[in-house]
C-alpha cells in the first residue's frame, strides 16, 4: 500500500505501462525492479500473491511483472475503497484473484486505519500510528475480515505460490515471522525492510533458517530459496 501520488493520475492505464515498460528498458528503473526483472523473464507462469496490492497501480514494483504473468496470483488488498480500484485496474485478467481481506495471523477481524485524505489513502495499515506518522491525523476507522496466507491458498486450492510480494505499511514482521514457509513455499519473496524495526534481525534470521538467501535493495528486500535455484528451467542469476 504506496504512499505516493504519481503520473498515473493523469494519464490512462495503458499509456502509464507503456512508459513503465520504456523506461526498464532506457534503465531508468529501481534497482528492486532491475532485479525482480532479471529473476522473472521468461517465467511466464509464476504463480504469486501480492498482500497489500493497493489500487494495482500507485507506485506499484510488482505490477509490470503481474502483466507479464499467465500464471495464478491472489491479489490482497483489505480497502474498500482502494479494491475497487484495483479490480478496474486489472480488469479482464481471468488468471487473478481478488481478496477483500487483510493477512493476520492475530485476528480474523480487524481495524485497518485510512487516512481521510483519499489521496493519501495508500497509507492505510493495521497500524494506526504507522499511519499517522505518513499521512496527518485525520483518519478513519474500517473493520476488515483477516485471513491466514494458509487459509488464502487453501480456498483456491493451490498448493504453494512461486512469489509471495508484500507491501503491508508496517505489518511485514507479523507475517513473515509467523507464516508456514513449508505451506506456502514460495521461492521468491519481496518486501519493504523500511517499516520492519526492531524485528529486522528477526525476519532475517528466520528467512535464512528457512533456506533463503536475503538481499537489501535500498528499502526493500527479496529473499530467494536457496533450494530452488532453477525454476522453469530458467537458472536463477
Same mark, same amino acid.
Given at each position: 500500500?504506496?504512499?505516493?501520488?504519481?503520473?498515473?493520475?493523469?494519464?490512462?492505464?495503458?499509456? $502509464?505501462?507503456?512508459?513503465?515498460?520504456?523506461?526498464?528498458?532506457?534503465?531508468?528503473h529501481?534497482?528492486?525492479?532491475?532485479?525482480?526483472?532479471?529473476?522473472?523473464?521468461?517465467?511466464?507462469?509464476?504463480?504469486?500473491?501480492?498482500?497489500g496490492?493497493?489500487?494495482?497501480?500507485?507506485?506499484d514494483?510488482y505490477?509490470?511483472?503481474?502483466?507479464?504473468?499467465?500464471?495464478?496470483?491472489?491479489?490482497?488488498?483489505?480497502?474498500?475503497?482502494?479494491?475497487?480500484?484495483?479490480?478496474?485496474?486489472?480488469?479482464?485478467?481471468?488468471?487473478?484473484?481478488?481478496?477483500?481481506?487483510?493477512?493476520? $495471523?492475530?485476528?480474523?477481524s480487524?481495524?485497518?486505519?485510512?487516512?481521510?485524505?483519499?489521496?493519501?489513502?495508500?497509507?492505510?495499515?493495521?497500524?494506526?500510528?504507522?499511519?499517522?506518522?505518513?499521512?496527518?491525523?485525520?483518519?478513519?476507522?474500517?473493520?476488515?475480515?483477516?485471513?491466514?496466507l494458509?487459509?488464502?491458498?487453501?480456498? $483456491?486450492?493451490?498448493?504453494?505460490?512461486?512469489?509471495?510480494?508484500?507491501?503491508?505499511?508496517?505489518?511485514?514482521?507479523?507475517?513473515?515471522?509467523?507464516?508456514?514457509?513449508?505451506?506456502?513455499?514460495?521461492?521468491?519473496?519481496?518486501?519493504?525492510?523500511?517499516?520492519?524495526?526492531?524485528?529486522?534481525?528477526?525476519v532475517?534470521?528466520?528467512?535464512?533458517?528457512?533456506? $533463503?538467501?536475503?538481499?537489501?535493495?535500498?528499502?526493500?528486500?527479496?529473499?530467494?530459496s536457496?533450494?530452488?535455484?532453477?525454476?522453469?528451467?530458467?537458472?536463477?542469476?
Open positions: 500500500m504506496k504512499k505516493n501520488i504519481e503520473l498515473r493520475h493523469l494519464i490512462p492505464v495503458r499509456i $502509464y505501462d507503456l512508459l513503465k515498460k520504456l523506461k526498464r528498458k532506457l534503465g531508468l529501481t534497482d528492486l525492479s532491475r532485479r525482480l526483472g532479471c529473476l522473472l523473464k521468461d517465467l511466464p507462469d509464476f504463480s504469486f500473491i501480492q498482500v496490492a493497493n489500487d494495482g497501480l500507485s507506485t514494483p505490477r509490470e511483472f503481474i502483466l507479464e504473468s499467465r500464471g495464478k496470483g491472489i491479489l490482497v488488498e483489505p480497502s474498500p475503497w482502494q479494491v475497487v480500484k484495483l479490480r478496474r485496474n486489472y480488469r479482464g485478467r481471468q488468471n487473478l484473484v481478488f481478496e477483500e481481506v487483510a493477512v493476520s $495471523y492475530e485476528s480474523d480487524l481495524i485497518l486505519h485510512v487516512p481521510l485524505d483519499s489521496a493519501r489513502s495508500g497509507v492505510a495499515s493495521l497500524r494506526e500510528e504507522h499511519v499517522r506518522v505518513h499521512s496527518g491525523h485525520d483518519i478513519r476507522q474500517v473493520q476488515v475480515a483477516g485471513a491466514r494458509e487459509e488464502l491458498l487453501a480456498k $483456491y486450492s493451490m498448493s504453494r505460490v512461486d512469489c509471495l510480494f508484500l507491501d503491508v505499511e508496517g505489518a511485514e514482521a507479523d507475517i513473515l515471522l509467523n507464516m508456514n514457509f513449508d505451506r506456502v513455499s514460495a521461492w521468491l519473496i519481496a518486501f519493504e525492510n523500511a517499516h520492519l524495526g526492531e524485528n529486522k534481525q528477526k532475517t534470521d528466520r528467512l535464512v533458517a528457512h533456506g $533463503y538467501r536475503v538481499e537489501v535493495h535500498g528499502l526493500d528486500s527479496i529473499a530467494l536457496v533450494a530452488a535455484p532453477v525454476f522453469g528451467g530458467v537458472s536463477i542469476p
